[in-house]
C-alpha cells in the first residue's frame, strides 16, 4: 500500500519563527489534507489540497503531486500552533484516508 | 452549525464488559467512519459506511462492530473481544467516499480500560 512519511517528527520553534513541514508519499494521490490535532484530540482541517498552492492566513501548503509531496508552511508561529500536524491522502478508487505519523509542534512563548 | 458529536467525551470500561461509543452528524453527509488512535501514532480506520443499513470493515476491525440505522448516526461497539481497546476514537463523515470529498471530524472519545 501507499506509504506516507512525515518530518520532522518533533518541532520546537519559538514563538514568531517560521517553519515547514514536510509530507512525502509513494503513489500518485486523488486527495490530500492537512489536519491539526489540538492538544485536547480535536482534528481540524487546514488544508483539501491535492495540487498546487492554498494559503489561510499564517498557513499556506503546497502539493507536487509529481514529485509525490506536500508542504505546510507556518508564518510568525503562536502558542495556539502547538499540536500535531498530519497529512492524510487518498489514492484511486480507495475509500480510506492514510494518515502519516505527523509532526509534534510546540511553540514556546 | 453543523457538525459531528461524539459522547462521552471519557469512557472507563471494565475486562469482559462491551461498551458503545456515540457519533452524531447534522451535515447531511452519506459516509461515516471509525478511526483509533494510539499514543504517538497515526490514525487507523475500524469501519466505514457509505450509506445507511451499509457498513464495511476497515484494517482493524476485529474486537469492534458498528450500525448505521440512521443517516445521522454511526454508533460503534467496542467488544470483549477487542484486547487491547485503551486509545482514542474518532469518528469522521464525508459527503460521499469519492476521492475528492474530505473529513470533518468530531471531537472524540478517550476509552480506557481498569
Known amino acids: 500500500g501507499i506509504q506516507v512519511e512525515q518530518s520532522p517528527p518533533d518541532l520546537i520553534l519559538q514563538e514568531g519563527a517560521n517553519s515547514t513541514l514536510r509530507c512525502n508519499f509513494s503513489d500518485s494521490v486523488n486527495n490530500l489534507q492537512w489536519f491539526h490535532q489540538n492538544p485536547w484530540g480535536q482534528l481540524i482541517n487546514l488544508f483539501y489540497?491535492?495540487?498546487g498552492t492554498k494559503q489561510n492566513g499564517r498557513l499556506s501548503a503546497t502539493t507536487v503531486a509529481t514529485e509525490r509531496y506536500s508542504l505546510l508552511y507556518i508564518s510568525s508561529s503562536q502558542t495556539t500552533d502547538s499540536g500535531v500536524y498530519f497529512c492524510?491522502?487518498?489514492?484511486?478508487?480507495?475509500?480510506?484516508?492514510?494518515f502519516g505519523t505527523g509532526t509534534r509542534l510546540k511553540v514556546l512563548a | 452549525d453543523g457538525g459531528i458529536t461524539q459522547s462521552p467525551k471519557y469512557l472507563f470500561r471494565k475486562e469482559g464488559q462491551n461498551v458503545t461509543l456515540s457519533c452524531e452528524q447534522n451535515?447531511?453527509?452519506?459516509?461515516m467512519y471509525w478511526y483509533r488512535q494510539d499514543p504517538g501514532q497515526g490514525l487507523r480506520l475500524i469501519y466505514y459506511s457509505q450509506i445507511v443499513n451499509d457498513f464495511q470493515k476497515g484494517d482493524i476491525a476485529e474486537g469492534y462492530s458498528v450500525s448505521r440505522e440512521k443517516k445521522e448516526s454511526f454508533p460503534l461497539t467496542v467488544t470483549s473481544a477487542q484486547k487491547n481497546p485503551t486509545a482514542f476514537y474518532l469518528c469522521?463523515?464525508?459527503?460521499?467516499?469519492?476521492?475528492?470529498?474530505?473529513?470533518?471530524f468530531g471531537s472524540g472519545t478517550r476509552l480506557t480500560v481498569v
Open positions: 451535515l447531511n453527509h452519506d459516509a
Open positions: 489540497i491535492p495540487s
Open positions: 492524510a491522502l487518498r489514492t484511486s478508487g480507495t475509500y480510506k484516508y492514510i
Open positions: 469522521a463523515s464525508s459527503i460521499g467516499t469519492e476521492d475528492y470529498y474530505g473529513y470533518t
